[in-house]
């Protein structure tokens, strides 16, 4: 899609946002490595560079090779932009210093801060740009580039730069969790948006992981976190991981948008990796141990369910009513999926299938596991599919 993209006439920037090692940055040299024009690529990852006149720079040397190529234009890439100072106000100001000079620039904007890259976008570039959301990597994805197992996935999740490393458990947990995690967490949102209390961040997201595929109201996260503040605090800090890629918090399916808002989250990872990479089990033990892999399985569903909607119109949602739960709840426009995962591990009695169907006559109703569809073929479906 992006290369067909990059191939029109300049019409839009294109944005390649999502959270680190979700593959941008070889996604993007794939491309230009095919399209045959003149490209330039910079990356703003370096702490000693600063904002505008850093952008003003690289946009010269694009327009250089622009008028150098004649009729065929020129690419410029900028990898990390949202690490810049005012970077938002500075591409507008060199994107439509070209656009009125009919220069042959096309532009891609790369960031592995989505929620701060869509701040950007919409408060200066409304209307001069198309974001391509870039997720963590799938099943099939996985499975194709490294020949991972259904097992594997399940355990060691999506991430493409840990796969070499799955032979050393110790050394494939530390990647995961100092270059991954610590990284995203310091420099990715501590370092460019404001946060009052950064330790309260970090314990939420590891009450997350641990929590993943549970309901938790914030008034018990509350009781669980020291210092934990108010309940609109914990929420911004839920937004700012799911901004992120790392963790989210699914909200209740309710006829009204402000009680879907209101509900408990129900916790999900949006990659195994960040949760498995934190256990005391190894990849063998965690097979073995039926709660802990049902966790991570169910888990598996909803960041699937959740990386394959980004960028559609498709919410995903979890159902529950005095006792009755759904597990995940998928919905495009008016019509629903309803999903229940037979995931290994006793969650108590939940027949919530026949009471949500009468309240809401879902166009699907789907089992995961056990006698319905299997977790390797679920899991290879993107859920867009489920609407067709």
């Known amino acids: 899609m992006l290369f067909a993209r990059l191939k029109e006439p300049r019409r839009f920037l294109q944005v390649l946002a999502g959270p680190r090692q979700s593959g941008k940055t070889t996604l993007i040299r794939q491309a230009m490595e095919a399209l045959n024009i003149p490209c330039h690529y910079a990356s703003a990852d370096e702490p000693t560079l600063q904002g505008r006149t850093w952008i003003e720079q690289q946009f010269e040397v694009g327009r250089l090779l622009a008028r150098e190529s004649r009729k065929t234009g020129a690419l410029l890439v900028l990898d990390e932009i949202q690490k810049m100072t005012g970077w938002s106000e500075a591409v507008k100001h060199q994107w439509d210093m070209d656009t009125a000079k009919k220069t042959p620039l096309r532009v891609v904007l790369l960031g592995s801060a989505p929620l701060l890259i869509q701040q950007g976008l919409t408060e200066s570039l409304a209307g001069r740009f198309e974001i391509m959301p870039v997720t963590h990597w799938s099943y099939s994805e996985m499975k194709d580039s490294f020949g991972w197992n259904l097992e594997q996935f399940v355990y060691f999740g999506g991430y493409p730069g840990s796969a070499d490393l799955i032979t050393d458990r110790q050394r494939w947990s530390r990647y995961i969790i100092d270059s991954l995690i610590e990284t995203t967490i310091s420099r990715d949102i501590l370092l460019m948006t404001r946060v009052d209390k950064p330790a309260l961040l970090r314990r939420l997201f590891h009450l997350g992981c641990s929590y993943s595929g549970q309901i938790l109201s914030y008034q018990k996260m509350t009781g669980q976190l020291q210092d934990a503040g108010n309940t609109t605090t914990l929420a911004h800090y839920l937004e700012l991981l799911s901004g992120a890629g790392m963790l989210t918090g699914l909200h209740k399916l309710s ?134």
């Open 255 to 388: 006829g009204q948008s402000v009680r879907q808002r209101a509900s408990s989250p129900k916790l999900q990872v949006l990659n195994t990796a960040l949760l498995s990479s934190q256990s005391n089990l190894s990849f063998e033990a965690a097979q073995k141990d039926r709660e802990f892999w049902g966790r991570l399985v169910e888990s598996a569903v909803g960041a699937h369910l959740s990386n394959s909607s980004a960028g559609t119109a498709i919410e995903v949602f979890y159902w529950r009513d005095r006792g009755k739960e759904v597990d995940f709840v998928l919905r495009l426009n008016k019509n629903l999926v309803a999903i229940e995962v037979k995931s290994g591990y006793s969650k108590g009695s939940f027949p919530g299938m026949d009471e949500f169907s009468r309240l809401f006559k879902p166009k699907r109703k789907l089992l995961v596991g056990g006698e319905g569809i299997s977790l390797e073929k679920f899991l290879s479906i993107p859920a867009m599919k489920w609407f067709e």
